[in-house]
């Protein structure tokens, strides 16, 4: 299995601007979950899904952001509008039944 | 809200020594606990999971253990080398609230040749 997949790796926005970041899971894993990095913060737990279905998105910042789970393999984690402050590193992670979680690379999104 | 400690946050020691990393967690009441390890601009690669029933788990040069009771997990790396810089997290998982993992801030690891 090539592990999980996200892209674009690095995004650089305009505010106000829409971004869209795409993960793909490792196949056969049933949770998803979305992370953001800063270097003031840590890692943060954004959202998770189970079985597509979001579980939990209390960590989700506002209501500019939002993320989307249509099939077992793809998700999608949209800023909408985007501000400077929402620049990190977001990772995707999944996992089988939410035991050990295999992250994938990241996307580095700088917002100007 | 379980929170998750680590200390140091930066720790630096010569080649071949061993060392020991700390975590400790407020809520015993986890599933299970996992490090990770981070290169700088990389992604998280998961090291050693351990289980609420187990004690430690072991993967070559690393060892980690668990003490749920008092809130305390530790990662023992053998003869440290240069390629084991990097920053290790330990994340918590509690068996009360779903799936969700708890992360800690980390310790950067520097090895010096």
């Known amino acids: 299995d090539a592990g999980v997949i996200q892209s674009p790796r690095h995004e650089v926005t305009e505010m106000g601007q829409e971004v869209t970041l795409r993960c793909k899971p490792i196949s056969g894993h049933d949770y998803l979950f979305w992370y953001r990095q800063t270097m003031m913060r840590g890692l943060e737990l954004l959202i998770y899904f189970n079985n597509n279905v979001p579980i939990d998105d209390s960590g989700m910042p506002e209501d500019r952001f939002s993320a989307k789970m249509p099939n077992a393999s793809f998700s999608t984690l949209k800023i909408q509008p985007s501000e400077p402050r929402d620049s990190a590193v977001y990772f995707c992670?999944?996992?089988?039944?939410?035991?050990?979680?295999?992250f994938g690379p990241g996307t580095r999104l700088t917002v100007l | 809200k379980q929170e998750v400690t680590q200390i140091p946050a930066a720790l630096s020691v010569p080649e071949g020594e061993n060392l020991v990393l700390n975590c400790s967690f407020t809520d015993s009441a986890i599933y299970n606990l996992q490090w990770f390890r981070q290169d700088p601009g990389k992604g998280l690669t998961s090291l050693l999971l351990i289980q609420s029933s187990q004690r430690e788990q072991t993967s070559g040069r690393l060892n980690a253990s668990l003490d749920k009771s008092s809130g305390r997990s530790t990662l023992y790396i053998a003869a440290s080398q240069p390629g084991d810089s990097a920053t290790y997290l330990c994340?918590?998982?509690?068996?009360?609230?779903?799936?969700?993992?708890?992360f800690g801030t980390g310790t950067s690891l520097t090895v010096i040749p």
């Open positions: 992670a999944s996992s089988f039944s939410g035991v050990q979680q295999f």
């Open positions: 994340a918590v998982r509690p068996s009360n609230t779903g799936n969700q993992f708890y």
